[in-house]
């Protein structure tokens, strides 16, 4: 009978123990659990977190060292956008040859960081009105903004070096600023812009490149700084609305068809530092009735003032006169 109570006793002392040991363990994980979700939310916390801007969600890209480029948009029939310059958290810093190509853009935005615009970017975006640049802008690509007939204006920050051929060609810009890091006007950048009213040539530019403002029927007036030294063939072609231009001291001559067919040219009077005029020079401006050369001029080219309206001339001895230089007729004194 005591070997019975004895028993019942440990039997009793042992689930107690048991019961403790349990209410110990679940103590001790419960514990643990609050430590672990502790640790998660540090870590959490120490995350980079993950940042987007501007119409990320609507363009496309590619990622290359660390960079992005903006290739194109997700929607074709997006009217207007805001350009992200960081997508997950990456740089964007470009945007890519071709990228809205014929697309119907209507007003684009261009945030600060990116640097570059890829050729043919928003070539024939016929209904595109309005961009804005950054001041980060460093380059323009060739035939970036070709054939946007309706963007009137575009203002470059003096930061964009460089801009290449062809790069405003048959658009609709009525006004432009050359930036005064720009060391060249490249062939064909403003050629068939038929609404450009004024050019403003920062004293930057050092060469105007072949037809860069040909068949600019509104020009008006040209006014070359004494940086320019160099003229590209036919670099004022067709140009007949203007009337006026003038010569700065740094050019040594005019070329090849510069001002062809510039019909309204009634004056011009050429600085001592310009020693040749090239062939066609100013061939076809039928109002150009005087010229004032000066006693540095060396040489005139074949049909350089052919078809104008000029009935004499008075050149320096020993000027070197091609066949055709002017009308027949027209008198030649020294």
Known sequence: MKTKRKLTSLIAVFSAALLMFAAGCGSNTETADKATDAAQTATEAEKPKVKNDGDYDKVEYESEDGELTITGLKDKKLTSVTLPSVIGGKAVTRVGSNAFENSKLVMVVIPEGITGIGSSAFKDCASL?????????????????????????????????????????????????????????????????KDLKEISVSDSVIRIGDSAFENCESLAEVEIPDSVNVFGGAAFKGCSNLKKVEFGKGLPSVGTRVFENCAKISGLEFPDNITSIGNHAFHGCKALSKVEFSDEIKSIGSNAFADCALTSVKLPSGCEVSDNAFNSGVSIKS
Do not use: Q, R, W
Not at 140 to 145: A, L, Q
């Open 129 to 193: 009105k309005e961009v804005k640049v950054p001041d980060t802008l460093t380059s323009v690509g060739g035939y970036s903004f070709s054939g946007c007939s309706k963007l009137k204006e575009l203002e470059l920050s003096d930061n964009v070096s460089a801009i290449y051929m062809h790069a405003f060609e048959n658009s609709g810009l009525e006004e432009f600023e050359i930036p005064k890091k720009t060391t060249l006007i490249n062939d064909y950048t403003f050629f068939g812009c």
